[in-house]
């Protein structure tokens, strides 16, 4: 999955101390162990999941790359952003991964107060990236990827999940449902239902929105996502 966006929401704005990305602490999954990435771990094996993932910005998967190698993060105040790596226990081959990081570079653009833009990016984020190697499909490692994304985001504090996947590759669907998902059609807006009205989150025309609730406080229904900052904005 690749979220195609019009913006780079990890855009290096400030200079940040060097740490991981977060995502909790690794956890076994049989053969396979799902932790954050380091900025030892190789790049080459990174790039070859990156590499068949549908990014509209060809230079992200090389960001992403560099984030991981210099232990880069977005300024606390704009949220978290997370790179998981799935990793055969006795062979320490990287085989998966999850990327997510809240929608900052969409907020900042949608003409939003400064204040309102940041609850929103501690409160959002998008599912960008999810790949797993030929030889590892089959044990619902890319499952559990996203499952360990959510359990980390919902721990933080975040309200909901975004994502996107392109009309040319609709066997996703069924399988973003299956890890909770709602699926806009295609070209379909998302309406985000705030104290303050309504925010719309466009799409192309090929691509779909996926939204996933992380709180009982929020809903989603018909296209629109209910109850997100439902404690205030102040």
Known sequence: MGRASRRRAERRNAPQQSRPDSGGSPQVHGRYVIRPALPDDDPKAVRALLQPVDFMDAAMPEEIIDRMRTGWQLPPQTGTATLLLAQERETGEVVGLAHAVPPVQWLMEAGL???????????????????????????????????????????????????????????????????????????????????????????????????????????YQAGVLNGLLAGGTS
Request: glycine share 8%; charged share 20%; proline share 8%.
């Open 113 to 219: 107060a400064r204040s309102l833009c940041l609850m929103l990016a501690r409160a959002l984020v998008e599912l960008e990236a999810v790949s797993v190697a030929d030889r590892a499909r089959g044990y619902g490692l890319g499952h559990r990827l996203v499952d360990h994304l959510v359990h980390s985001y919902t721990r933080q504090g975040y309200q909901a999940m975004l994502g996107g996947i392109h009309t040319h590759k609709p066997h996703l669907a069924p399988y973003y449902e299956a890890d909770g998902f709602h699926i806009l059609p295609p070209g379909a807006p998302l309406d985000l239902q705030l104290p303050v009205g309504l925010l719309r989150y466009p799409a192309d025309p090929s691509m779909r929105h996926l939204a996933r609730p992380l709180t009982s406080r929020v809903s």
